[in-house]
């Protein structure tokens, strides 16, 4: 199958072997459930339930803000202990509100939306699947967590004529999606024709990478029920699941920088996603769990794990036996872009793909050296940017330099970073850059608010003063008028009384 | 020395004070006429800065610290309630190089009345140049953290010392990586659970 | 326990490292080195021991000078990579004096004052050559014919040592111009170049280098080879090369045909002198080359044009060195210049009309 080049890029040690033979399996219900409120991009959802309540499974527990947002559902049946902060799944190792369920082993079941059941075309709507999406709280389960049910609505705003199911998976050690494929293809497909339907657009590409070749045969087999849905086997090379390099390497369509791919017609949605779509609509059931891989050779047996949302990693490596030997790292996602976890005790949310335990001979971390110039970095950045270049600025201090050669453009895949001869953190000195950036733009907007309210006060106190000069004056000129007139021969008891006020 | 000799050098030296001469109009005309008016500078400056004249820089007010920033006698960082981002405007005005380096930069810090000591005397109200403390008399005082610009006079106006500065922690919105060490470090532990 | 991370990702790295990279690098050097001190005999393997044995303690001395860490530093295989450059590109029985200086210049001055590993504007060794080149004009350019091991030429040991310590001036039979050499005193006494690349040997036997010459000027066939395994391995990639020695041959070869008593052909110029040395190991080296492909083109294309112009037109037989630190000096210009395309923007640099893209035909 023949598709568009894709300029940059590194090829990786995938080690997809160590998982991706396990068919995905279930784990026994966690004591607890920590269920954060925003487990997506945009404002974070607010409860509508209290400490005590008792919650049903696939309850709605917390509702979605105005605005960009998405509704939290209960992962299994229990009562709430608490709605608290506790230590959010992110490198920062910060806390955000969190409701903590006990579950009661259970799993009942709330009352959910009538499931629709009718074969294409579907007797609902398109704006009814919408609604449906956005009250069962799918997020993007590539990892981006962006809400889909505001995707699908891009159709309203853009000119779409093309669905792209992105199912490169192209991280090391993640087999979640490759799995999924395998075993679930009808339900995948299902899922992918719902959500054509929902965009209302004629075309759609179901991208694989080469490297998965059942899942390949697998989706080829059950997209055999749609004519239009043609299945590309994509080039094994990182970053082919970034978005942007999806779209080029589908359609030859670039999408311009710093716009959306929707810009030119595009919408991409994950594999896993259009999988929890299909779920949704045909049993009404939110989305409440997803499947994580736990691998690396940190761990004693790596597994593809149906997780309950809210599981906490810890109960998910004692079911893999534990963490042996002790590992160097442990990763949330996959290890070019995910993140180090601040600590095993954090909960699995929508966008947790993976659970990575690395040892230093898989990291392969070394001492930095200078930068030779190699210009490996350059030939690497799928993007067309200079990274030494960039990098040498920002440790200089000149960010604003660095954000004038593209450093906007970086999506911060860290295929710069891996090819390093010399270990140069080039990714993570972009990564503090556009977070440096993006403090002091906040940081100016708010000067300029206080500036405008320092100028408010000092425009009411001079008010004030020209207040009370005008009214001194008023007296001093009262008190002239009454002397005045005190002067000449009548002085009235009421010019008397006036020049006592 | 001969006559040609002479002619020769007389013509030299001629030509090249020729050449001075008129190139030193040239350079006296266009300081003149092309300089930069320094006062539209100090006036842009001083739009740049909050204008609270709360004297944390050490001159008497914003109108001074900006003469001075654009004299060169002061850094375009020296106002602290300014922060980082005014610095950094200041810098690309005025064409300075300043050096971002966010590892030596001071948590921003805003104002924060203790409950336990505040008599509700108004002084600080009225002392706050961005109205960023509500209270009335002999009601409990409070500051708004999006208005307060850690200036610091309130501190100073407090006679119960019932005000301090406090930093403020980054939110799971407001955090972003730190800058690459030059070693690498073991991660920082934040507490034991 | 609750940790801050410190470091971002990625977290898997390439195996590839700089002392990986400068260990592939002197491999593809050794069969034309070998060759080269096979046909020279002792006094070469002397004087290749001194000069880099003079460049790796200079880099120790440096290192330590400046108080950074010798131990990882001075294997990592740099320094003893630019005396093994500067040693193919010296008179293979030159005193041990030439090697030390030589070494000494490449370091301290090409590499360390520039700020060390990665921030030297010009190529260590060709600078050495240069600044010997001009200081003992006689030294560098006394050659010598092939004197292969075990050949009634090749000197014995202790004889090797006379030459070596400058204690015995070299023998006059032995003394033996190179080809460029040849080309340019004939051209300079109006003898046409094409009766004098008559006498020089065909090249076929040029690109098999038993000829007199240094040892880097030697066998380009070799070279070749050990260019060729540098690129399928990606340490190098075929943009300077094949840009230098493309416009090297095409302006030999134009000139040549508009006046061949003045020009020498193509053949002649990519086979003798350090074309092929240059081309495939000098001018590719990272710190000194463009970082973009773009801009390779244009340097490599740049160091062939100034190697013929001083070749042909200059009063130096051999111009690659010069050319190779006249372009070098134009690197950082070329990298502002030369920069790839942003993805999502135009050349540039404004961002693509989203009307504009081409309608997919599924």
């Known amino acids: ?501 | 020395m001969d006559s040609t000799a002479l002619t020769h050098a007389a013509q030299a030296v001629g030509a090249i004070g020729l050449l001075g001469t008129a190139l030193g109009v040239i350079l006296g005309v266009a300081a003149r006429y092309l300089s930069t008016p320094v006062d539209d500078r100090a006036e842009a400056v001083a739009a740049l800065l909050p204008g609270s004249n709360c004297a944390q820089c050490g001159f008497a007010g914003c109108k001074q610290a900006a003469a001075a920033m654009v004299d060169g006698r002061a850094s375009p960082n020296c106002c602290p309630p300014g922060g980082a981002s005014t610095a950094q405007r200041v810098a690309d005005l005025l064409g300075v190089h300043l050096t971002m380096d966010a590892s030596d930069a001071a948590l921003p810090t805003v104002a924060w009345v203790d409950e336990e000591r505040c008599i509700g005397c108004t002084r600080c109200i009225r002392k706050c140049g961005s109205d960023a403390i509500v209270g009335a008399a002999k009601q409990m005082h409070t500051v708004l953290p999006e208005a307060c610009f850690a200036c610091g006079l309130c501190v100073a106006e407090c006679p119960t010392q019932a005000i301090a500065m406090k930093p403020v922690a980054p939110t799971l919105a407001t955090w972003h990586w730190p800058k690459p060490k030059p070693k690498p470090a073991a991660a920082i532990p934040l507490a034991t659970e | 326990m609750i940790t801050m991370a410190t470091r971002a990702g990625p977290f898997t790295h390439t195996v590839n490292s700089i002392s990986r990279t400068m260990l592939w690098v002197m491999a593809a050097l050794l069969p034309a080195t070998a060759y080269g001190l096979w046909l020279f005999g002792w006094p070469a393997l002397m004087l290749f021991v001194i000069t880099l044995g003079s460049a790796l303690a200079a880099e120790a001395a440096m290192l330590k000078l400046l108080g950074q860490p010798v131990r990882s530093r001075l294997f990592d295989g740099s320094a003893l990579l630019t005396g093994w450059l500067l040693a193919l590109s010296l008179p293979p029985w030159a005193p041990w004096w030439i090697g030390l200086l030589g070494s000494l210049s490449a370091i301290v001055i090409g590499k360390h004052l520039f700020g060390g590993l990665g921030q030297n504007m010009f190529n260590p060794a060709m600078v050495a050559r240069i600044v010997l080149l001009i200081s003992f004009p006689v030294q560098l350019t006394v050659w010598v014919a092939p004197a292969p091991f075990g050949s009634d030429a090749s000197p014995s040991f202790g004889q090797a040592l006379a030459y070596v310590s400058d204690s015995t001036p070299l023998p006059e039979h032995m003394s033996a111009a190179t080809s460029l050499g040849v080309l340019k005193t004939e051209h300079s006494r109006g003898v046409s170049v094409v009766k004098t690349a008559a006498q020089l040997p065909p090249p076929a036997q040029l690109a098999i280098g038993h000829e007199s010459g240094s040892m880097g000027e030697t066998s380009a066939g070799l070279l070749l080879a050990g260019g060729l395994l540098l690129i399928v391995l990606r340490i190098i990639s075929w943009h300077i090369p094949v840009a230098m020695l493309g416009t090297l041959a095409a302006l030999a070869a134009i000139f040549s045909a508009v006046d061949p008593t003045r020009f020498a052909t193509a053949p002649i110029h990519l086979l003798s002198g350090a074309a092929v040395l240059g081309a495939f190991f000098i001018a590719t080296d990272y710190v000194t080359s463009p970082v973009s492909r773009s801009g390779q083109l244009l340097f490599g294309a740049g160091i062939g044009a100034l190697t013929w112009v001083i070749r042909s037109l200059g009063a130096y037989p051999e111009g690659v060195a010069f050319a190779v630190v006249l372009m070098n000096a134009m690197v950082p210009l070329i990298d502002r210049g030369f920069r790839p395309r942003v993805f999502g923007r135009s050349r540039r640099g404004k961002t693509l009309e989203a009307n504009t893209q081409p309608k997919i035909k599924l």
């Open chain 1, 1 to 501: 199958m023949w598709s568009f080049r894709v300029r940059g890029g590194v090829k990786l040690q995938y080690h997809k072997e160590l998982s991706s033979e396990k068919a995905v399996v279930a784990m026994p219900l966690p004591r607890r459930l920590y269920l954060p409120l925003q487990q997506h991009i945009g404002a974070p959802a607010i409860p509508v339930v209290a400490v005590g309540d008792t919650v049903l499974k696939g309850q709605l527990i917390a509702k979605a803000a105005p605005g960009l947002s998405a509704p939290v559902h209960a992962s299994s049946s229990g009562t709430v202990v608490a709605i608290e902060e506790y230590v959010a799944p992110h490198p920062s190792g910060l806390r955000q509100k969190t409701i903590i369920i006990a579950t009661d082993g259970q799993d009942r079941w709330a009352d959910l939306p009538t499931p629709v059941i009718d074969d294409f075309p579907l007797g609902v709507s398109p704006s009814e699947l919408n609604s449906r999406v956005a009250g069962a709280g799918i997020v993007g389960m590539g990892g981006a967590a962006f809400p889909s049910a505001v995707k699908l609505d891009l159709k309203s705003r853009y000119q779409l004529d093309m669905l792209l199911i992105n199912g490169a998976e192209c991280e090391p050690y993640l087999t979640c999606d490759d799995r999924l494929m395998r075993e679930e293809a009808a339900a995948v497909i299902d899922g992918v024709r719902i959500l054509a339907y929902a965009l209302e657009v004629q075309s759609v590409v179901f991208a694989i990478e080469r490297n998965k070749p059942q899942a390949l045969a697998a989706i080829r087999d059950a997209a055999r029920v749609e004519p239009w849905i043609k299945v590309m086997a994509l080039p094994t090379r990182f970053p082919m699941g970034s978005e942007r390099h999806l779209v080029l390497a589908c359609t030859g369509r670039e999408t311009p920088s710093r716009k959306l791919t929707a810009d030119i017609g595009v919408v991409v949605h994950n594999v896993a996603t259009a999988r929890a779509v299909a779920r949704t609509i045909r049993s009404g059931e939110p989305l409440i769990s997803r499947v994580v891989t736990v691998s690396g050779r940190g761990i004693r047996e790596p597994a593809n794990i149906n997780v309950p949302l809210g599981t906490l990693v810890e109960d998910l490596l004692v079911f893999c036996g534990g963490l042996h030997p002790v590992p160097h790292k442990l990763i949330g996602g996959g290890p070019m872009m995910g993140a180090p976890m601040p600590s095993v005790q954090v909960p699995v949310v929508k966008g947790t793909s993976g659970v990575l335990a690395l040892t230093a001979d898989e990291v392969n971390d070394g001492a930095e050296s200078p930068c030779i110039r190699c210009g490996s970095c350059v030939s690497a950045c799928p993007c067309g940017l200079v990274p030494l270049e960039m990098a040498q600025l920002v440790r200089r201090g000149d960010l604003q330099g660095a954000h004038t050669i593209g450093l906007q453009d970086c999506v911060s895949c860290g295929s710069c970073s891996f090819i390093c001869p010399s270990h140069i953190p080039l990714s993570h000195y972009f990564n503090f850059a556009k977070g440096q950036l993006g403090a002091l733009d906040r940081d100016s907007r708010r000067q300029d608010r206080i500036r405008s309210l320092i100028q408010a006060r000092n425009e009411r106190a001079a008010r004030e003063a020209e207040t009370k000069k005008a009214a001194a004056a008023a007296r001093k000129a009262a008190k002239a008028a009454a002397a005045a007139s005190t002067a000449a021969p009548a002085a009235t008891p009421a010019s008397q009384l006036e020049e006592s006020t």
